[in-house]
């Protein structure tokens, strides 16, 4: 059982910029982080396992950077040059499955409770 964490939302302007953050209660294979605005799916944003493989979804890359403190077990993702099509909730989600680092939600048993990002124009 891992527990997660979110904090590190809030509003800014278009251009802006966040740091999301996610304390897990441990560090498993697999840490990813989806968002979900309104009225849509939700979206795998970016993952990481635990040998460091990264990666981002096309409409972030460059723009969204994950980083890892392994003695907190804190995941963090750095969120810049923000767009108003980026407000979302968004979710750090985590998998101990050797093998499933992807960006299907349905293959993460562990969620937070979610944090908002609202990005004005």
């Known amino acids: 059982q891992v527990q997660l964490v979110e904090s590190g939302g809030g509003s800014v302007q278009s251009g802006g910029s966040l740091r999301l953050s996610c304390s897990a209660s441990?560090?498993?294979?697999?840490m990813a982080w989806f968002r979900q605005a309104p009225g849509k799916g939700r979206e795998g944003v970016a993952t990481i396992t635990d040998y460091d493989t990264r990666t981002y979804v096309d409409s972030v890359k460059g723009r969204f950077t994950l980083s890892l403190d392994n003695a907190k077990n804190t995941l963090y993702l750095t969120l810049s040059s923000l767009k108003p099509e980026d407000t979302a909730i968004y979710y750090c989600a985590a998998t101990s499955r050797v093998g499933t680092c992807e960006f299907s939600a349905d293959r993460y048993p562990y969620w937070g409770q979610g944090t908002q990002v609202t990005v004005s124009s």
């Open positions: 441990a560090l498993p294979y697999c």
